[in-house]
């Protein structure tokens, strides 16, 4: 049974062939809606319907995806990395301070510390929002930084 680390571990999403199919298919995306509004209503839309599904589920049921079996409640962590990390990109793009909840980040630190192996230095003082936009490269590491993280500073980013 998989851990949510273990959906970011998988070796293809290092591949440039695996980020080029992922900026396809959402160019793919981006080109069936007529503007920003109807993006935001299919998102919402999508979003709301598996919140249902997933609030009347049994989340510890097996779900199988195709590179093996992962709880549900597992599952749907990955799935709030990816709305979180999205949310980010927005943010930078309307350049406004990221608005991920403290209560998504959370949820998502143990994934990162799983990911990374251990707690990050602490002279780095990162706080949960801060690991997680360096750790899915939304922000690039410093000097100071990769010199602190010693020989994780590869690692980074934990999650693209």
Do not use: C
């Given at each position: 049974?998989?851990?949510?680390?273990?959906?970011?571990?998988?070796?293809?999403?290092?591949?440039?062939?695996?980020?080029q199919?992922?900026?396809?298919?959402?160019?793919?995306?981006?080109?069936?809606?007529?503007?920003?509004?109807?993006?935001?209503?299919?998102?919402?839309?999508?979003?709301?319907?598996?919140?249902?599904?997933?609030?009347?589920?049994?989340?510890?049921?097996?779900?199988k995806?195709?590179?093996?079996?992962i709880?549900?409640?597992?599952?749907?962590?990955?799935?709030l990395?990816?709305?979180?990390?999205?949310?980010?990109?927005?943010?930078?793009?309307?350049?406004?301070?990221p608005w991920?909840?403290?209560?998504?980040?959370?949820?998502?630190?143990?994934?990162?510390?799983?990911?990374?192996?251990?707690?990050?230095?602490?002279?780095?003082?990162?706080?949960?929002?801060?690991?997680?936009?360096?750790?899915?490269?939304?922000?690039?590491?410093?000097?100071?930084?990769?010199?602190?993280?010693?020989?994780?500073?590869?690692?980074?980013?934990?999650?693209?």
């Amino acid at each position: 049974m998989h851990e949510p680390a273990d959906y970011y571990r998988r070796p293809e999403r290092g591949t440039a062939d695996y980020h080029q199919g992922i900026v396809e298919h959402t160019q793919r995306l981006a080109t069936a809606f007529a503007d920003g509004p109807a993006a935001a209503r299919l998102l919402a839309d999508r979003g709301g319907a598996a919140l249902r599904s997933w609030g009347a589920a049994d989340l510890n049921q097996v779900v199988k995806l195709a590179h093996g079996a992962i709880r549900l409640s597992d599952y749907v962590v990955t799935r709030l990395i990816s709305h979180a990390a999205h949310g980010v990109d927005l943010a930078i793009s309307l350049h406004r301070e990221p608005w991920t909840t403290p209560a998504a980040l959370t949820v998502i630190r143990p994934v990162l510390l799983s990911l990374l192996g251990h707690e990050p230095p602490a002279q780095l003082s990162w706080d949960d929002a801060t690991l997680f936009t360096v750790a899915t490269g939304r922000r690039r590491l410093g000097e100071s930084e990769r010199a602190a993280l010693d020989g994780k500073a590869p690692l980074f980013p934990l999650i693209s």
